[in-house]
T-cell receptor, first 111, second 112 residues
């Protein structure tokens, strides 16, 4: 099955700085790559996703890039705010079945 | 529109006891999933069901069984609970290939 690795495991930034989280995947057939945000005690919630026919996608302060050749994708958060503090998970799957997650990145944004 | 719902929210079991976790979705999604989340381990897929009547093993299926009762409901059964199954269990649903996965609120399970 798919194997997803995520780095770093923890990330601390100052408010207003950018944050970057990176993931690699093993199965070249994977074509769907979502990112989830999970606040303490809550369910994971989708924040952005990208499909393999697209190299980059942006939604306000959040962007995701995908390099299919290298089998890695990244989440970029610009102008970070304290409410961005949470655990972020990347995931990969083929057509959204058997979706596998990375181990998560705990992002702390210091005011 | 409740989305994905799970029952119970919290459960304490003794080693060897059995229980069933229930999940239902009202979004008419074809696919449903069960994940477990342990500290520092992320979300690990236990079983998934790509459509009504089908189920497949995920990454960590041992010790669990599932039933896709109908399109709305997907249950997870622990036949003989073990302390290693102490975890938070999340159910999710999606509508592949275009739809993203939506998660339920989770069931916190403690096995003593």
């Amino acid at each position: 099955g798919e194997n997803v690795e995520q780095h770093p495991s923890t990330l601390s930034v100052q408010e207003g700085d950018s944050a970057v989280i990176k993931c690699t995947y093993s199965d070249s057939a994977s074509n769907y790559f979502p990112w989830y945000k999970q606040e303490l005690g809550k369910r994971p919630q989708l924040i952005i996703d990208i499909r393999s026919n697209v190299g980059e996608k942006k939604d306000q302060r959040i962007a995701v890039t995908l390099n299919k050749t290298a089998k890695h994708f990244s989440l970029h958060i610009t102008e970070t705010q304290p409410e961005d503090s949470a655990v972020y998970f990347c995931a990969a799957s083929y057509n959204n079945n058997d979706m596998r997650f990375g181990a998560g990145t705990r992002l702390t944004v210091k005011p | 529109n409740a989305g994905v719902t799970q029952t119970p929210k919290f459960q304490v079991l003794k080693t060897g006891q059995s229980m069933t976790l229930q999940c239902a979705q009202d979004m008419n999604h074809n696919s449903m999933y069960w994940y477990r989340q342990d500290p520092g381990m992320g979300l690990r897929l236990i079983y998934y069901s790509a459509s009504e009547g089908t189920t497949d093993k995920g990454e960590v299926p041992n010790g669990y069984n599932v039933s896709r009762l109908n399109k709305r409901e997907f249950s997870l059964r622990l036949e003989s609970a073990a302390p290693s199954q102490t975890s938070v269990y999340f159910c999710a649903s999606s509508d592949p290939p275009a739809g993203s996965a939506y998660f339920g609120p989770g069931t916190r399970l403690l096995v003593l």
